[in-house]
């Protein structure tokens, strides 16, 4: 390396079956009281319930926020935030999807730093002052939210996805179960797995990786890889589910110190302006945007062909590149992932807005740690050629 790297993550992790056990332990050490940022299915599924039942038997008191219903947005944030101050927490615990994890992220650093969520975006603001600590714990295998200090809110005044990120953003503590997975749904299961493979091949591609972010990548995407069709077949198989918290959470570790990159720069306006969660809006466009930037990221894409599966070790780098990228289509295909227009976003709707998203993408960053940076109109070709992507392929690699 001809320069150093930084790798950041939570000061604690708890990673196995039961580590949601040990939430008011680690709640004690920090505070009296806790704001639990969670959604209305984590309560009708009892972990609500759990969670606080486990506190009280440390002691701890706690307060609950159930209004995040969707992609985390700014009016979430301002919701929960006055709970917690009005009721005098002193501790956040996120409960649930990425979403409920990076509104309390939010609110966490906004408890001790003034200001609105937004101001923090592109480094303009930074926190100066600790945020109160935070719990992350995550329902779903996917997002690794517990392991990023990236939070991505969404302006609702201006419909654009905030992607902001600073170390303030880094949970305290990671509580990593993988039995709390079990209620994913199978359409969840692939949205999030997907995503969970987005974030490790970006980080294995992107210009900022390093080799401790390969080590996380490379095995984040092999769990991955091996686990995902199982678990969104058979839900209750725990093997599976707990391969793929681990890889999540290895994903997130990966992509928070490397960064993402295009899909990921490509994926917010679509979430922010046609509402698609974004572990499906990076689903559609991860194997377009892979066949866009093959030439430019060969090697890197062969590794990954191998990965998938051993007889293209004797592949050509060239070869195994485009089985990748085959592979990532395969794989679309069986867990039954849409395209844009699929999903059913209008396709007058969204050529009116295609130039906006391309440059709200470009104005993320994310497309510039891409091997291949496409320019503005390249990448309004990009979003077309998305919208209707057939992921069926004739060579069946998986």
């Known amino acids: 390396m001809e320069n150093f790297a930084i790798l950041r993550t939570p000061k604690t992790t708890y990673y196995g079956r039961n580590a949601f056990q040990n939430v008011g332990t680690e709640a004690a050490l920090r505070g009296k009281k806790a704001l639990i940022v969670s959604d209305k299915i984590m309560d009708s599924l009892g972990y609500i319930k759990e969670c606080q039942q486990l506190l009280q038997k440390e002691g701890v008191q706690s307060e609950v926020y159930l209004g995040v219903n969707s992609e985390p947005t700014d009016q979430y944030v301002a919701e ?27 609110i966490a650093v906004l408890a001790t730093n003034d200001g609105y969520i937004g101001d923090y975006m592109g480094g303009k603001k930074i926190a100066e002052n600790s945020p109160v600590p935070h719990i992350a714990i995550p329902t779903t295998a996917g997002t690794g939210s517990e392991a990023t200090d990236v939070t991505v809110i969404t302006n609702t005044s201006n419909d654009v996805k905030m992607m902001i990120k600073q170390p303030a953003f880094m949970p305290d503590v990671a509580i990593v179960d993988p039995l709390l997975t079990l209620s994913s749904p199978k359409n969840v299961t692939a949205a999030t797995g997907v995503d969970a493979l987005s974030h490790a091949i970006e980080a294995y ?57 295009l899909v ?29 930037s093959k030439d430019a990221c060969t090697d890197r894409l062969a590794d990954i062909g191998r990965i998938f599966d051993r ?17 990532v289509k395969a794989l679309c295909l069986q867990l ?3 395209n844009l227009k699929g999903w059913g976003i209008d396709q007058k709707a969204f050529e009116n807005v295609v130039e906006k998203m391309a440059f709200d993408a470009i104005d993320s960053g994310s497309p510039g740690n891409n091997p291949r940076v496409p320019t503005f109109n390249e990448l309004v070709e990009l979003y077309h050629n998305c919208y209707a992507y057939q992921f069926s392929t004739e060579e069946k690699v998986l």
């Open 80 to 106: 929960a935030l006055n709970i917690l101050k009005r009721e005098q927490c002193e501790l956040v615990i996120s409960l649930g999807g990425g979403s409920c994890l990076d509104t309390a992220k939010a």
């Open 205 to 261: 591609l992107s210009k900022k990786a390093h080799p401790m972010t390969d080590t996380l990548a490379l095995s984040a995407m092999k769990l991955i890889i091996d686990n995902l069709l199982t678990a969104y077949n058979d839900g209750e198989n725990v093997d599976a589910r707990e391969a793929m918290s681990l890889g999540s959470y290895q994903a997130g570790m990966a992509f928070t110190n490397a960064s993402v990159c």
């Open 264 to 292: 990921h720069g490509m994926s917010r306006p679509i979430g922010a302006l046609f509402h698609v969660p974004h572990g499906i809006s990076n689903a559609m466009l991860l194997p377009a945007v892979l066949e866009f």
């Open 311 to 327: 007889k293209n070790e004797t592949l050509s780098n060239l070869e195994a590149a485009e089985a990748a990228v085959q592979s």
């Open 336 to 338: 039954n992932i849409p």
